[in-house]
């Protein structure tokens, strides 16, 4: 037992008895509970006058024996970091303290110890690297040994032999190299004098796995060589795994140079240990980072694997259990319609990078007004009240992992762009003008959908073409995309046309992990051909519109009638619009947009619907858009150009072999200029019907291309073209009927720009006679290479590739070349039944020719009039007629002459029209004067087509006598005609007023037609 001596003298004397040599002094030792080296105590003899000192035995030292001897060991010298029981083993680090008596009782004994090393000793469980502990599971605040200016004082209760107390490290989130614990014995103990314990904190941690790019699906591998190991990887307290779900607690941590982690990946459902070669996951020894070794195969897509998480502790050679990963692919995958079967699915997956016309998706264009507030659906930053049959549909799927395990530094971008090698068109308008991207409504837990009300986020009104999900967000919060369900979001076309590629892009930092696109168009422009018949349906109110006119020039009550009479029986279909102004037809071209989810008709606003004055806009907003009728804008108003107005846009049908299905939009340069580019530009940008806008009508006064050519609406898709040469022929046969005094064109103006009157100041017209006399009239139609007739071969026929039905002519017998045309009156053929006929002009000794024909080569010729080149000749059949003015220089001699073939027009059909110039003050608005061509009779191809009817002009031409009555000459043959080519209804209307102000019934009105239901746009396409 370690004691101090006991003094027994209160004097410093001690005195030798009488008669006695010596004394006995007694040390007597203090018992007391430290522990402490040998120590010794010295007597030694004071020098006195007295008596002598001995020189060699004057003092004595005696040992003061310790009885009791403290040693300090290391039971386990190895502390992990956290500290818990980890698969049965306590990875704490342990002292022990033992004590060595003699005795068999003894008190308790304080022992004092140096406290040293690298790790930072704490008071308290809350502080520092570490405590020191009497409880080997952590204890309470009593088993706490306090350290105090580098000393801890620890007690060995009474007769306890040993005592063992422990290091424990302190759990913290910081990753650090291996410290040390050094104790020491602070006082002198019998025994080892140097005794010394050390216990290293190995700072252990297990590590948490996020979705790092290399957890994605998908077949593509990326590189991780620019990943930040931070981005993805996260330590977390092992203990934690066990307590709270995994991965709720993530912390953020470094991974310093050098350092060795010891990880190891067992496939949780043989136990196999993974490596490199066959895993998905693969760990670099250095950095700790962890990849995926190969890519995702699609079981392993649809079924993620699982891993558990291993620790390996080298010093005791022990696997010990962390945690269990689930690899979970963060699949970036935005989608819609692609293959435009009004659903969304995995199959739409095909088609979505590109746009074609066999494949994309539609975005429909809404234009329309179902809130009917005069104001355009998609004018709007809102998804309007009744609006969600217009609005398509844009999915994004969300992360399928909690909030919890997506990292800091991850984001979604979504955004708009431009299209590739899209039409120099779209180069002005910005890709956010294009379309508006709504952000929907959280339904349930996981899903989002499409609700009225619902904003936009990319587009015009917020001036967007980008926005960005992050957890630490300048515009949306990321946490709308955690868990698993659908995001359905919105989009609705603003320009028609307009083609958009939407982008998701998820990012970690600055590096482009995954991407997913889709390329869309929105819906284009489509323009009505005629094989489109008038919507009569109640839902889209009137259809038909036409003013309501009556001046001192006429009036269309005719006109009026017959629309009442066909549209309005039990409809209110016919709109008499309230501009005041008779063009109807100028202001607008009236087509359709089609997606898979929708259609609606489309008011496309021409410059001349903006211009002052002629409310044409107006009456749109208030009259004409409603549900199902939409209105565009989108062009910009130009300077004034009639070229620019819809009477100057006919569309080509395309069931034949010049054009695609959908047909070709025709337009004409004129006198005044031509198109505006803004016009053409559009039309053309929107990619699916083809754009002819330089069809040369410079000779015309006016010059729109309704006044040349119509199209009918057959399945061969055959023309109606001005014919003046088919109108001259047709007035020599009324002259042969012998109705050359007949009065013809009754109140129609002259070319002197006057309404003829007879002597009494009535109206009247002009006789047959005097029309075929008017040599003025006849060379400004037949002489020259300006003649209007040839102006139309040349610049219509040619430029729309319109086959003739008359064959080049051959010469027979040498004879010069004279004859340039002959003319055929398809309508007269009584004997062809469909078949080519060949014809033979002959000349005889006195200048005149003779004309016959035949149907095959094996028929005898058949005698069918006799002309002579000096004056126009009809056929005595009325099939084949010769104008005098398609002689030239040469005069055939007898037995010459030629021949030449006719066929029902593959393309086209003659109609009567005769042209005239007029050199006077528009009488509209008695400003413009005209010096081109305009209608001189009734114009029979400015016309409404409806399918199968057609409302024409009556032309008041030759009045003779047919087989049971009289008839109207070119009435009888515009009606023959027109069924040529598959008409069944021909209604010929009174309408002088259009007429006397250079237009006709097309002019004057315009119509909504059905929007092709059972075969939608793209399947018509070839």
Not at 548 to 574: F, M, P, Q
Not at 1004 to 1021: A, E, H
């Amino acid at each position: 037992m370690s004691s101090r001596f006991k003094k027994l003298f209160t004097k410093r004397n001690v005195s030798i008895p009488v008669n006695s040599f010596s004394v006995t002094v007694e040390l007597r030792p203090y018992d007391d509970n430290y522990a402490e080296r040998d120590e010794t105590a010295s007597l030694s003899i004071q020098p006195s006058d007295r008596y002598a000192v001995s020189s060699t035995n004057g003092s004595s030292t005696v040992t003061i024996e310790e009885t009791t001897e403290i040693t300090l060991t290391t039971t386990d010298e190895e502390a992990l970091e956290p500290c818990v029981w980890i698969s049965g083993n306590d990875r704490k680090g342990a002292f022990r303290l033992t004590v060595n008596t003699t005795e068999t009782n003894w008190s308790a004994i304080t022992v004092q110890l140096s406290v040293s090393g690298s790790a930072t000793a704490g008071n308290n469980g809350s502080s520092g690297d570490y405590h020191l502990t009497k409880n080997p599971n952590g204890g309470v605040s009593s088993d706490i040994i306090s350290v105090y200016n580098g000393v801890a004082t620890v007690v060995i209760p009474a007769g306890q032999s040993q005592l063992d107390f422990y290091a424990m490290p302190n759990g913290d989130t910081i990753f650090e190299v291996d410290e040390n614990v050094l104790l020491a014995l602070a006082q002198a103990y019998s025994g080892d004098t140097s005794n010394q314990a050390d216990c290293f904190d190995d700072d252990f941690k297990a590590v948490e796995i996020l979705q790092a790019p290399e957890f994605i699906s998908g077949n593509e591998s990326k590189p991780t060589t620019n990943v930040n190991p931070d981005s993805y990887l996260r330590y977390i307290d092992p203990y934690a795994i066990n307590t709270v779900p995994y991965g709720e607690k993530p912390v953020d941590a470094v991974i310093p140079s050098g350092r060795t982690c010891r990880y190891t990946f067992y496939d949780e459902t043989n136990g196999d240990s993974l490596t490199v070669a066959n895993s998905l996951l693969s760990i670099n020894a250095t950095t700790g980072v962890i990849t995926v070794g190969r890519p995702m195969t699609a079981s392993e897509i649809a079924t993620p694997p699982s891993f558990k998480i291993k620790a390996y502790d080298s010093v005791h050679n022990q696997l010990y259990d962390l945690a269990t990963l689930t690899i979970v692919p963060i699949v970036a995958d935005l989608d819609a319609d692609t293959d435009r079967n009004n659903s969304i699915n995995d199959s739409d997956d095909a088609g979505e990078d590109s746009w074609t016309t066999a494949s994309g998706a539609i975005v429909l264009y809404n234009g329309d007004d179902d809130d009917v507030n005069e104001i355009q659906d998609n004018m709007d930053n809102l998804i309007n009240s009744g609006d969600l049959n217009d609005i398509g549909e844009l999915w994004i799927n969300k992360l399928g992992v909690p909030l919890s395990s997506i990292p800091g530094n991850f984001r979604i971008e979504l955004k708009i762009e431009c299209v590739a090698n899209e039409h120099a068109y779209w180069g002005n308008i910005a890709v956010e003008d294009r379309v508006r991207v709504f952000w929907p409504t959280q339904v349930s837990s996981s899903d989002y959908e499409c609700r009225v009300g619902d904003t936009e986020i990319l587009g015009p009104s917020t001036k967007k073409n980008s926005v960005v999900f992050s957890k630490t967000p300048t515009d949306n919060n990321i946490s709308v995309f955690a868990g698993t369900g659908t995001i359905k979001m919105g989009i609705e076309g603003v320009i028609p046309g307009a083609p958009v590629k939407v982008r998701a892009e998820y990012y970690l930092g600055s590096y482009l992990f995954r991407e997913d696109t889709v390329e869309l168009k929105v819906t284009p422009f489509i323009a009505f051909s005629h094989e489109s018949s008038v919507e009569t349906n109640s839902v889209y109110g009137p259809t038909v519109f036409v003013s309501d006119v009556n001046s001192i020039y006429g009036n269309n009550d005719d006109l009026r009638t017959e629309l009442y009479a066909k549209y309005d029986a039990s409809l209110s279909s016919v709109s008499l619009n309230t501009t005041g102004h008779p063009w109807w037809q100028d202001p607008f071209e009236i087509g359709y947009v089609q997606a898979p989810y929708g259609s609606q008709h489309i008011i496309l606003a021409l410059p001349r619907a903006k211009y002052p004055n002629e409310n044409f806009l107006n009456y749109a907003k208030s009259d004409m858009i409603r549900n199902g009728v939409g209105l565009c804008e989108h062009i910009v108003e130009g300077a004034f150009n009639d070229l620019n107005d819809g009477g100057n846009f006919e569309v080509m049908p395309g069931n034949n072999s010049k054009n695609n299905n959908l047909g070709t939009i025709v337009m004409a340069e004129g006198p005044n200029g031509s198109v505006n580019d803004d016009i053409v530009n559009f039309l053309g940008a929107q990619g699916i019907q083809d754009v002819i806008s330089d069809v040369d009508l410079t000779w015309m006064g006016l010059g729109h291309i309704d006044e040349v050519i119509s199209f009918a609406t057959t399945a061969d898709g055959r023309a109606r073209v001005a014919s003046p040469e088919a109108a001259w022929a047709l007035l020599l046969i009324a002259e042969r009927e012998n109705a050359g005094a007949s009065v013809i064109l009754h109140g129609m103006i002259d070319s002197s720009g006057n309404i003829p009157r007879d002597s009494s100041g009535q109206i009247t017209g002009r006789t047959l006679n005097a029309v075929l006399a008017d040599s003025t009239l006849y060379d400004r139609n037949f002489n020259g290479d300006e003649a209007y007739s040839d102006k139309l071969i040349d610049t219509v026929y040619s430029k729309l590739d319109l086959g003739s039905s008359v064959s080049a002519i051959s010469a027979i017998s040498g004879a010069p070349d004279a004859l340039r045309r002959a003319g055929y009156l398809e309508c007269y053929d009584n004997v062809g039944n469909g078949q080519n006929i060949e014809w033979k002009v002959v000349f005889n000794n006195n200048g005149n020719f003779e004309v016959s024909y035949r149907i095959d080569e094996t028929q005898n010729w058949v005698v069918d009039g006799i002309g002579n080149r000096n004056e126009d000749f009809v056929s005595n059949s009325k099939m084949c007629y010769i104008l005098r003015a398609w002689w030239g220089a040469g005069v055939p001699t007898a037995g010459q002459g030629y021949t030449f073939t006719t066929s029902p027009s593959p393309d086209m059909i003659e109609m009567p029209v005769l042209f005239h110039s007029i050199q006077s003050a528009d009488p509209l608005t008695g400003q413009t004067t005209y010096s081109g061509a305009v209608a001189y009779t009734n114009n029979v191809i400015n016309s409404l087509v409806d399918n199968n009817t057609l409302f024409v002009a009556h032309v008041n031409g030759p009045i003779i006598n047919g087989t049971n009555s009289t008839i109207d000459l070119f009435n009888d043959y515009v009606d023959n005609a027109a069924k040529k080519v598959g008409f069944t209804t021909v209604t010929p209307c009174e309408e002088v007023f259009y007429h006397n102000f250079r237009g006709s019934i097309h002019c004057g009105t315009n119509v909504l037609r059905k929007i092709p239901s059972q075969s939608q746009w793209w399947n018509l396409l070839d």
